[in-house]
């Protein structure tokens, strides 16, 4: 029999993979009392209860007046130090980019997107892309009705882009177009010699004491603009106190006033006449800016999917930060408008009101995604493989063995690849967090990372956070879930079914089925299902 190392056994127990982070100073926003500011504390606690009964998963909020962040909140196990997906919502961050290339007189908003590009032209070119100017990519209305993109991150999206010849006018329709936010980061890139990225950073990134992100580049070296921006919530704050502002932050005039009142003001109209919700209800039919929506209560927003939101109110000197793994949109933002806005009373400060502004602290410090639970006390098998060896049979996922460690309501389960043991730990009832190369429970972790990041280190493979839970369904099943917080929006599970059969003790672990999907998990590549993992029990002599 294959002997078990003392050294896993060590590593299993007693490895301290928690997160700490340290070393990473951010300026803070100033912080206030609701009252002070004439918001109404019981109208936060009414929003949060209804986050708490309605259907909506929200991952953090921040609300912001006069200046002042008057509430706050991060549900278990998204924390306040971890970065966001912040999808679409980095488009805001792109056309900012612009707009600081315009105050530099480095392009105009009426220069045709065709001269940036002399040596990514293709052997022909359409009248209507011609015509098209870097306005009408801020205001989507770029009039391709099908958006294209390079087949594979070698080709040219430049190149794709000009070829796809629009069969509108540029300016005249709106169309939602990734592909016309990634053009205006490469035009900034093309007038500035670099980056996106590496141009705000100096400009926008740092006197906001922003540090720490990272945005996605594609294969050519260019950030993708229109997603990719992975931000803290108070980052997003910063930003949306920037712009409430009007570009002036510590005295000093960030991006001039002249464009931020023109990138927030309605620019073209959007509704879709086939859309079910009536237009006066609906924050998607009430105009497009420049990378930002209208809404309603004369609102305008950073908008990114599945929630990921800075919903500014200039007329109440408010604004509203929400990240989240939302179902539906819209009721997300309704919690904002039913419950929020109609919280903000008065511009001068309400009589205090102790007792509500207190069960409003004990409301926020408590908010926690509730982790699955399990339906048995525990299980024979945990103490049966508790830091035991499973070998596996091959398996595309090149895991050699598993490990089970369980001790004082947490487990540790232990993958062996290439001869290197990495872990994660898990608690029972309460998340619990593992530093990992890996953004998968199974799969191996990413070769390559193609990112600008913000850091004063060398990076040669990131260090990505996992909190996790387990729990056993039944007495041969336990399942650990785990979400990866600043890579991914929702969770992950995988199904350990253990075996006992004839003095031999056997594990199956796989993907756990998705609602409405078929087979033992998520399905794979090409419509296959993914591959379950089968192993067998060493024990130590």
């Not at 609300?63 to 196990?77: C, L, N, Q, S, T």
Request: glycine share 10%; charged share 20%.
């Amino acid at each position: 029999m294959k002997k078990i190392s003392v050294s896993f056994i060590i590593l299993l127990f007693l490895t301290g993979f928690h997160t700490n982070i340290t070393g990473q100073f951010m300026d803070k926003l100033p912080r206030g009392i609701p009252e002070t500011e004439g918001v109404s504390s019981a109208g936060i606690i009414d929003f949060l209860n209804a986050i708490d009964t309605g259907r909506q998963e929200i991952h953090s909020f921040m609300f912001v007046r006069h200046g002042k962040v008057i509430a706050e909140g991060w549900w278990d196990p998204y924390g306040p130090d971890y970065k966001h997906l912040l999808y679409s919502a980095s488009k805001t961050f792109t056309a900012t980019g612009i707009g600081l290339a315009v105050s530099e007189n480095r392009l105009k908003l009426s220069d045709k997107v065709v001269s940036f590009f002399p040596y990514s032209l293709p052997d022909s070119i359409g009248d209507n892309m011609k015509e098209m100017t870097v306005r009408d990519l801020l205001t989507m209305s770029v009039g391709q009705e099908t958006p294209g993109m390079g087949g594979g991150s070698d080709d040219d999206w430049i190149t794709a882009f000009i070829r796809n010849e629009p069969e509108h006018k540029p300016g005249t329709v709106f169309k939602y177009n990734n592909m016309a936010t990634f053009m205006l980061s490469a035009i900034v890139q093309q007038v500035t010699g670099q980056t996106l990225f590496d141009y705000l950073k100096p400009r926008l990134f740092d006197p906001l004491g922003i540090k720490g992100m990272d945005w996605d580049k594609n294969g050519q070296g260019i950030n993708l603009g229109m997603i990719g921006l992975r931000l803290c919530t108070e980052d997003l704050a910063k930003f949306g106190q920037l712009l409430i502002q009007n570009g002036k932050w510590n005295k000093k005039q960030l991006l001039t006033e002249a464009w931020v009142k023109e990138a927030t003001s309605f620019k073209i109209e959007n509704h879709d006449p086939s859309s079910k919700t009536p237009k006066e209800l609906n924050d998607w039919s009430q105009g497009y800016c420049y990378q930002m929506w209208r809404g309603r209560n004369n609102s305008v927003r950073l908008d990114g999917m599945a929630g990921q939101f800075v919903v500014l109110f200039p007329d109440k000197d408010a604004f509203v930060v929400l990240t989240a793994n939302a179902r539906n949109t819209q009721e997300e933002l309704n919690l904002v408008h039913n419950y929020l806005i109609p919280a903000i009373k008065s511009d001068k400060a309400l009589p205090a009101n102790p007792a509500s502004y207190q069960t409003l602290l004990e409301k926020q410090s408590g908010l926690k995604i509730k982790p699955p639970v399990s339906e048995i006390q525990g299980s024979k098998f945990a103490g049966i493989v508790s830091g035991k060896e499973f070998v596996l049979q091959n398996n595309d996922y090149q895991i050699q063995s598993v490990y089970f460690a369980f001790k004082e309501g947490e487990c540790s389960f232990g993958i062996k690849r290439n001869n290197q043991v990495s872990v994660i730990k898990a608690g029972s009832g309460n998340w619990k967090f593992s530093n990992t190369k890996s953004t998968s429970l199974l799969a191996p972790p990413r070769t390559s990372v193609s990112k600008s990041i913000d850091a004063a280190y060398s990076v040669l493979q990131p260090v990505i956070k996992a909190g996790s839970v387990f729990a056993w369904t039944d007495p041969n099943t336990l399942e650990i879930t785990t979400r990866f917080v600043e890579e991914s929006l929702g969770d992950q599970t995988i199904v350990c079914r253990f075996i006992e059969m004839n003095g031999v003790t056997s594990v199956t672990i796989g993907p756990k089925a998705m609602p409405g999907m078929p087979g033992a998990g998520a399905m794979g590549r090409m419509g296959q299902a993914p591959v379950q993992l089968r192993g067998t029990l060493v024990e130590i002599d």
